[in-house]
C-alpha cells in the first residue's frame, strides 16, 4: 500500500458547522461510497439518535464531502459506537483507491497505521505507524493497537487522550501490503496507562450495518508462506514424479 496516495485519499475530517469533531474513513462499497467512523464523533450522547444535521467531511484529496443519510439503526450505533454515513451519490472521487475490507488480524507480524487529525490550533492530519496489535479481536468485534510513543505524547507534556483526542473515527489499515486492507475503526484511548488506541472491527460493520459488504482474505504473512510452502512441495513432487518416469540408465539400479 502507497501511503502517501491512499492514506490522504481515505482520511477524512468531520465538521458540524465549521466546527471539527473528530476524524473518519472514506472507503466505497458496492458502488456506493461511504464515510466510516465513531458514534460519538457524531454526538458525545449516543444514548440518543444520531443525527447529521450541520455535518460534512473535509478531504486532503478531494475537498468537502456532502453527507446524505445515516446508514443502520441506532441501536447498532449504540453498541458498536459506529457510525455509517452514505454520501451524496452526485459527488465524485476520481483514482480512488481500491480499498478492501479484512477482518481477519491474526497475523502477529504485521504492523498497522492509520490516520487521523488531532483537536488542536493546526487541525492538521498526521500519520500514525507502526502500530502492533496488543490483543486479538474480542466477541464484541474489539481489538487494541499499541502505538508509536512519539504519537501518544506530545513536546508540551500532554499524554493519551489529550493527544490523540481527534483520531477517533480514523480508519486503521494493514501497513506494508501490496493490496489494501482496512480492518477497523480507532475509538478511544484507555483509561489506564497502556500506549495504546481500542479499535472496532471491520467485521461490526458488515455483521450490523452492511451485511452485503464484500470481505477479502488477508494474503500475506504467515498465509503467503503457507501457500509458498504449499507451491514448493508440489513443485519437489511433480520433479520426483518426473524423475521416476525417466527410464534408467544401464549400470543404475532402483531401489
Known amino acids: 500500500m502507497n501511503e502517501l496516495d491512499v492514506l490522504p485519499k481515505t482520511c477524512v475530517q468531520i465538521y458540524k458547522s465549521e466546527i471539527y469533531h473528530g476524524s473518519g474513513v472514506l472507503v466505497e462499497a458496492g458502488g456506493v461510497f461511504y464515510v466510516f467512523s465513531a458514534a460519538h464523533v457524531i454526538s458525545q450522547d449516543i444514548s440518543k439518535p444520531l443525527t447529521l444535521e450541520g455535518f460534512y467531511g473535509v478531504s486532503e484529496k478531494y475537498g468537502k ?101 481527534g483520531y477517533s473515527g480514523s480508519g486503521v489499515f494493514i501497513k506494508g501490503t501490496d493490496n489494501i486492507y482496512l480492518v477497523g475503526i480507532a475509538q478511544n484511548i484507555d483509561k489506564d496507562d497502556f500506549i495504546g488506541v481500542n479499535c472496532r472491527s471491520i467485521k461490526a460493520i458488515k455483521d450490523s450495518f452492511l451485511p452485503s459488504m464484500e470481505i477479502s482474505e488477508f494474503h500475506g504473512g504467515n498465509a503467503q508462506l503457507k501457500l509458498n510452502i504449499a507451491e514448493i512441495k508440489r513443485n519437489v513432487t511433480q520433479g520426483m514424479i518426473d524423475e521416476r518416469k525417466k527410464p534408467m540408465s544401464m549400470g543404475m539400479l532402483r531401489i
Request: one cysteine or more; glycine letters at 6%.
Open 65 to 165: 464531502i456532502e453527507f446524505d443519510i445515516l446508514v443502520g439503526k441506532h441501536n447498532a450505533n449504540q453498541v458498536n459506537d459506529i457510525a455509517v454515513i452514505a454520501i451524496n451519490q452526485k459527488q465524485k472521487f476520481p483514482n480512488f483507491p481500491p480499498v478492501r475490507f479484512c477482518e481477519d488480524i491474526s497475523f502477529p507480524e504485521n504492523s498497522y497505521v492509520f490516520r487521523g487529525t488531532q483537536k488542536s490550533i493546526a487541525l492538521k492530519a498526521h500519520t500514525v505507524a507502526p502500530c502492533y496489535l496488543d490483543t486479538s479481536t474480542c466477541d464484541e468485534g474489539l481489538f487494541c493497537l499499541k502505538v508509536p510513543l512519539d504519537a501518544y505524547a506530545d513536546m508540551k507534556g500532554n499524554v493519551g487522550a489529550d493527544v490523540m483526542g
